[in-house]
């Protein structure tokens, strides 16, 4: 009976995995096509603008609708940079996606918010980069015509904000996880899904919304003068950066401060001997002899059970059904070696304060850094067209923020022993990630 059991547990094991491979296997190849496509058309898009600078005809058109007049394709200073930045973003948030889907110990529910965050940064690298990087090489400005700046305006806007969004999405569920001692069994795929759900509704109603009239008049005169940007109407302006930007922002370091509270409360609650209010689990309290490796001394806690994906350390449980009292601790561990290990756990606490510090300012960092200066000048322009600054600064400014998308598969595993072993395997060709 037993044998069986054994046999059907490793058939539906290998079956599961069979699955999960045939999945990233087709992922692959939609993501290995889809770059393929678009490497296609902004080589063929290129060789149509070399052909039509070389021969320099007036009016000339391109795909129906482009003029060009006396055009020049040459280097800009932006080009070089705006090229080298899609390789990386496509090939970090490519591992990050097929990490997921290939090691057992990273397809947690939490996850999705990271797999569904590299596919829109994914999106930016293979859907918006590419063009923008014609934009940049073309000294003639936009030369593609109103239809195709409206699909490129359109994606940017719907990508660049599913972005940002998936990090105040990230930011609720970290909140969550740490605030409500309840969420971890809460946190199921439905209540993931709807998160998910809503970033990509919300994005796609900020980026449709030029689409469905909410343009300014001097639109197509722009598009004539070789310029490709998302409607200038002041109030629409207002609405998609307050909303794709400052919202977000004020959201996240709002969170994130109260997670920083959070930890480092509980921070200093972990060492030496704290009884934290016991939850009952099938009419049975577990008492919990915790062995940090940094500390030399026992704690006691009576703890919850809760599932969760982290490293846990090595621990002694001795259960009682409410007759009896719980062990107390062993004499060995005295007041006096107890106070002679203060020193140590006040440098302990005070190390993983700042290691949480320092995790939460690189990610908040990274993002105001990367956007801030972009949504300024976007506001500006859209306020006082006179004070804008020139269009050298404005596109350095965009790609800046484009580059977040090549950030984020770093900053959001690079703290994570997880990935970083599962990228290992991957790059050593050997299978993990049995647990």
Request: charged share 15%.
């Amino acid at each position: 009976m037993e044998s069986n059991l054994s046999t059907d547990g490793n058939a539906s094991t290998t079956s599961t995995e069979n699955a999960a491979s045939n999945l990233a296997a087709i992922f692959t190849a939609v993501v290995l096509g889809l770059m393929i496509l678009t490497t296609v058309i902004v080589r063929n898009i290129i060789q149509h603008m070399i052909v039509e600078s070389n021969t320099k005809v007036p009016n000339s058109t391109f795909m129906g609708y482009v003029t060009f007049t006396e055009t020049e394709l040459g280097p800009q200073p932006t080009g070089g940079g705006a090229a080298a930045n899609i390789l990386p973003s496509v090939s970090g948030n490519v591992f990050v996606i097929a990490a997921i889907f290939l090691e057992k110990n990273l397809q947690s529910v939490a996850n999705y918010l990271i797999v569904s965050l590299a596919v829109a940064d994914l999106m930016v690298a293979c859907l918006v980069m590419p063009l923008g990087a014609v934009y940049e090489i073309n000294s003639a400005g936009w030369s593609l015509g109103p239809e195709l700046c409206d699909m490129w305006t359109s994606s940017d806007v719907l990508c660049c904000t599913a972005s940002i969004l998936h990090l105040v999405a990230i930011a609720v569920d970290r909140y969550w996880a740490v605030t409500d001692l309840n969420y971890i069994q809460a946190r199921n795929p439905r209540r993931i899904g709807m998160l998910v759900v809503a970033v990509w509704v919300v994005s796609l109603g900020v980026s449709l919304a030029p689409q469905l009239g909410w343009k300014d008049p001097g639109y197509l005169d722009r598009i004539a003068d070789g310029k490709c940007v998302v409607s200038q109407d002041a109030a629409y302006q207002i609405f998609a950066t307050c909303a794709t930007f400052y919202v977000p922002l004020l959201v996240i370091l709002f969170l994130y401060w109260r997670i920083f509270q959070a930890a480092r409360r509980r921070i200093r609650k972990r060492p030496g001997a704290a009884i934290q209010p016991p939850r009952e689990r099938r009419g049975i309290l577990r008492l919990v002899s915790k062995r940090p490796r940094e500390e030399s001394t026992t704690a006691f806690t009576i703890t919850r059970s809760t599932p969760d994906n982290s490293s846990a350390s090595p621990e002694k449980t001795s259960s009682y059904n409410g007759a009896n009292p719980p062990a107390t601790p062993a004499p060995s561990h005295s007041a006096t070696s107890s106070s002679g290990s203060k020193k140590t756990r006040e440098t302990i606490e005070a190390k993983r304060e700042r290691k949480a510090a320092k995790t939460l300012a690189i990610i908040t960092g990274a993002f105001v850094a990367c956007w801030l200066p972009f949504f300024l000048v976007a506001l500006l322009q859209a306020l006082c067209e006179p004070c804008a600054p020139p269009d050298l600064v404005a596109s350095v400014f965009l790609w800046l923020g484009y580059f977040n998308s090549t950030l984020n598969p770093l900053i959001y595993t690079i703290f994570s022993p997880e990935f970083r072993q599962a990228f290992k395997r991957m790059l050593c060709g050997t299978r993990g990630g049995r647990g």
